[in-house]
């Protein structure tokens, strides 16, 4: 399992860092967004 995981990773190097913005991204939407009736 953990040796899939690996050969998942290293072949996916280039785009690990762009997935990630893109759910930080999200998360951050999310979280705006459940506050939004908050505010008004």
């Known amino acids: 399992m ?3 995981i690996k050969n998942v990773i290293s072949r996916s190097q ?3 860092l ?3 913005v893109g759910v ?3 998360m951050i939407m ?3 967004g ?3 009736p908050v505010f008004s």
């Open 30 to 32: 999310l979280v705006v």
């Open 2 to 4: 953990f040796h899939e």
């Open 14 to 16: 280039d785009t690990l």
């Open 34 to 36: 459940l506050h939004l």
């Open 18 to 20: 762009g997935d990630a």
């Open 24 to 26: 930080a991204a999200l």
